[in-house]
């Protein structure tokens, strides 16, 4: 890590924020509305490649309103998250997996790739940068946005010749207001996230956006989040509007959606398939039905829902509903199996856990 953090120089060092407004800060209770001193950053021109990788104070970047990204959406972000261990160490969770996924999503914009080393490199010397801002809470850690834009002033359609990557950071508690406590979600019977061939695989803003309306009317109908269903036929359960999904059956199998190329391979997704695994279910990826679904909440061969990303960790599902059905899961609280499995999780996470799969890597 020294290595890769050594290529980035230290622009600013200034803490502008008394000790105590800081503090206040970083108790923020509301997801991503706070941000640290400073952001990492490397730009990219098609002639010299990546340049410039620097830590330089947190403020408005310069855009000219011709950047490419303004007008096409030529973007792509990630997620992750730094926590502080009991000995005031900062560890990050699989950064590699985000910085692999990264570069696919690159892959999938046009967008140039960053080398792995500089993803890593830029998140670690902002970190270190700003390490007072690593929360230590129990459900609390530093969110860690890395996001590359195309920025040439061009209205043609083509791949950006200049793009600028970033990474800011967020102090962070539990994304859902409410806590950890069970959500309701919406099924979005008339919108969906993604088609077969589309960019749904990679983390873009477009994605994201595309799930406003539809998370909107979620909303509307009292419910947190919305769940997508496949473009094709409209019957097979997808993804959730910023995270993925589980169901775990009163026999104690779980499921997830199979990954189709239009659902986000989620790194919480992959790690929780390796924890259930090692407790011994049995976790099947595949095609999964919303009548199916309906069918098992109703008859109690589903017992859990629950939704997960770094964002939103594990997230207990309480209740599905849609245009035409309203099912609280079991009694409407947290299962046991979603419990144990984000017991295990943010152990890991908090180093409270042995990591015994390498996931965690030190800032
Ligand atoms: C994450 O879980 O990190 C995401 O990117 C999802 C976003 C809705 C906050």
């Not at 096409?72 to 990050?92: C, M, N, P, T």
């Amino acid at each position: 890590i020294d290595d890769v953090v050594a290529r980035f120089e230290i622009h600013s060092t200034d803490t502008p924020l008394p000790a105590d407004e800081r503090a206040a800060a970083i108790a923020s209770p509301k997801f991503g509305t706070v941000f640290t001193d400073h952001m990492a950053r490397v730009t990219w021109t098609s002639g010299e490649g990546w340049t410039d990788r620097r830590v330089e104070k947190y403020g408005p970047l310069l855009l000219d309103p011709a950047s490419a990204v303004l007008h096409y959406g030529q973007e792509i972000f990630e997620g992750l998250k730094a926590y502080r261990h009991h000995d005031g160490s900062v560890w990050a969770f699989r950064p590699e997996a985000n910085a692999a996924r990264f570069a696919r999503s690159a892959e999938r914009l046009a967008l140039p790739v960053l080398p792995a080393e500089d993803f890593i490199g830029a998140a670690a010397a902002l970190v270190r940068t700003d390490v007072e801002w690593v929360p230590d809470g129990e459900e609390a850690s530093l969110y860690l946005r890395p996001f590359m834009y195309a920025s040439e002033a061009f209205l043609g359609v083509r791949p950006s010749l200049e793009a600028e990557f970033l990474v800011i950071a967020s102090p962070v508690g539990p994304y859902f207001a409410g806590g950890v406590k069970p959500v309701a979600i919406w099924v979005a019977q008339d919108f969906h996230r993604a088609g077969a061939g589309g960019t749904g695989a990679a983390k873009c803003g477009g994605n994201y956006a595309a799930s406003l309306l539809p998370q909107t009317q979620a909303h509307e109908k009292g419910c947190e989040q919305v769940c997508f269903l496949d473009a094709s036929t409209n019957t097979a359960i997808e993804e959730l509007g910023g995270m993925n999904v589980f169901f775990v059956r009163a026999d104690g199998s779980v499921e997830t959606p199979e990954l189709t190329g239009s659902i986000l391979e989620g790194v919480t997704r992959s790690s929780i398939i390796t924890l259930l695994t090692d407790r011994g279910h049995e976790v099947v990826e595949r095609r999964i039905l919303l009548s199916e679904v309906r069918e098992g909440l109703a008859d109690g061969s589903y017992a859990e829902v629950f939704a997960c990303g770094t964002a939103a960790v594990i997230t207990p599902i309480g209740r599905l509903a849609g245009e035409d059905f309203d099912l609280t899961i079991a009694d409407g609280s947290a299962g046991s199996v979603t419990m144990t499995i984000r017991g295990e999780l943010t152990d890991i996470q908090n180093g409270r856990a042995a990591d015994r799969h390498g996931w965690m890597t030190r800032l």
